[in-house]
């Protein structure tokens, strides 16, 4: 089993030589299309943008507590939830021995049926986040850390609720370009994870929050390069692998809780 500290070892799959080709090629692609993006973009292009500029982010924080008592029902079966290097072996190092962990309700702008069913109400306030990409419950081990890496594309930025956070939150914080915040219960913060970040929980507490993507608000030439080239993402191995592990371990989560479930029945008889 992998150390939390050792190095991880590269997937075999992310040497073909076409994954290698299109990868490469496609980050220099994507930061010339970042600086069209910052043209184009209605809100600040900063590291970190003030919720306030997106009014559907306030139900978030006026449902939270809900939320989090979802979540604390899925977290029952934590040990059926995938680490993220499960699901995208990309994330290989990042995410590691299974301390990052993602229950995954929208994988690409589509929503997992199965998981959405087991958090009724967070999928439906997801539902009206305008053009969402992907959402999941970010469930991060004490003592873990995330180290700096970038995201793919400035035509999307990402939320963070708090849900479950440690006591000692100011230890548990994440870092965006040369800013950092510490996550709170009920707060919603908005990120552009385009700018280097990365994350610390040096507490012995685990931390969960609901994190999602959404289309950045931008002019039509910049949604209309954005739409194509999310489109074109869908043909290479960067979508395909994680759909099909997302349907995977979606359905290995529906077994393990029907288990659960048939063997409450058999208590109660």
Known sequence: MTSVNDTPEKPKTLNR???KFVKRNGKKLMRRVARFQS????VPDTPFIDAALFPFLAEFEQKWQVMRDEVREILKFSDDIPGFEELSPDQYRIAKARQWKTFVLYGFGVPLAGNCAKAPVTAEILSRVPDIQTAWFSILAPGYHIPAHTGVTKGILRAHLGL????EREKCRIRVDDQVRAWQAG???VLDDTYEHEVWNDTDEERVILLFDFDRPM???GRFLNRLMLRLMKFTAFYQEPKKNLADFEARFEAATRRADQNLEKLSD
């Open 219 to 221: 002019g039509w030439r």
């Open 164 to 167: 479950l956070i440690p006591q």
């Open 17 to 19: 030589p076409l994954r």
């Open 187 to 189: 707060k919603v913060i």
């Open 39 to 42: 043209t184009q973009s209605l």
